[in-house]
């Protein structure tokens, strides 16, 4: 499996659903962080400010962020999210 497909594909849980790929969860953190450290410069330091602002940003960030990834994902097959996951025994 290429470097793409592993780091884009969605990943399978124990009950079958999909869940977000390694790239969408990198790119929560990255963002994150990184309208965090702008938050508190354009704020000076104002706790308050700071965490609203953060939040504000943030939102439309990852939404974009998440929906361009999931283009990106759509090519890729899920893979499952652990090892142990393919050991569960499915309820009938």
């Known amino acids: 499996m290429s470097l793409m497909a592993s780091f884009f594909a969605p990943r399978t849980d124990h009950r ?3 869940t ?3 790239a ?3 790119f929560f953190l ?3 962080i990184g309208v965090a450290i702008w938050a508190w410069e354009a704020t000076t330091g104002n706790i308050v400010m700071w965490f609203g602002l953060t939040c504000l940003v943030a939102t439309p960030v ?3 962020g998440w929906w361009l990834i999931s ?3 759509a090519r890729y097959p899920a893979k ?3 090892a142990s996951v393919n050991n569960v025994q499915r309820k009938k």
């Open 16 to 18: 079958g659903w999909s």
């Open 20 to 22: 977000p790929s390694e």
């Open 24 to 26: 969408a969860r990198l």
């Open 30 to 32: 990255v963002a994150t």
């Open 62 to 64: 990852l939404s974009i």
């Open 71 to 73: 283009l990106v994902s």
């Open 80 to 82: 499952v999210l652990t």
